[in-house]
């Protein structure tokens, strides 16, 4: 298995464990009693009108929570897709990369600032491991033709 391979399958991994992590750790969890009961309690008390429908702080907590889930989710499985590409051309998927690994950097980023370490170290990782697949990316020699 090249080194590509291998990276993007560790990526996807790891994305897939964020994945649950996240709905069962953020998602689904239930706050400690006391001020993080208060304030889902007024989340969810809290009703309004907008765009017709009436929703409330919770729901969409609750929902960006469950498309980050969806996210997560996908992220895994486009990276394993990656990596059986990566058998033939990995160069040719490094702009494919370098976005996401970007884009993990940034959420580490902003899970630093809004959240806590277990994301951060989760999404740095993931990051690293789509840089070493760039980085050990090679092209396909093109196959020779006889007489040349």
């Not at 080194?3 to 750790?25: C, E, M, N, Q």
């Not at 889930?69 to 051309?89: H, N, R, Y």
């Not at 490094?94 to 630093?112: D, G, I, K, T």
Request: charged share 10%.
């Amino acid at each position: 298995m090249s080194k590509p391979v291998l990276f993007l399958r560790i990526a996807s991994v790891l994305a897939f464990i964020h994945a649950v992590l996240h709905t069962i750790g953020g998602v689904f969890s239930s706050p400690d009693p006391g001020p993080g009961t208060v304030a889902v309690e007024a989340m969810k008390a809290n009703r309004f009108l907008l765009m017709g429908i009436v929703r409330s702080y919770w729901e969409f907590y609750r929902g960006m929570g469950l498309a980050v889930t969806i996210f997560l989710t996908a992220e895994a499985v486009v990276f394993w897709q990656l990596s059986a590409l990566a058998k033939t051309d990995a160069k040719r998927l490094r702009p494919v990369l370098a976005a996401f690994a970007v884009a993990y950097f940034a959420m580490a980023v902003n899970s630093q600032v809004y959240f806590f370490l277990a994301p951060v170290i989760v999404e740095t990782t993931i990051a690293v491991f789509l840089v070493l697949a760039i980085v050990t990316a090679k092209a396909v020699a093109a196959p020779s033709v006889a007489g040349d």
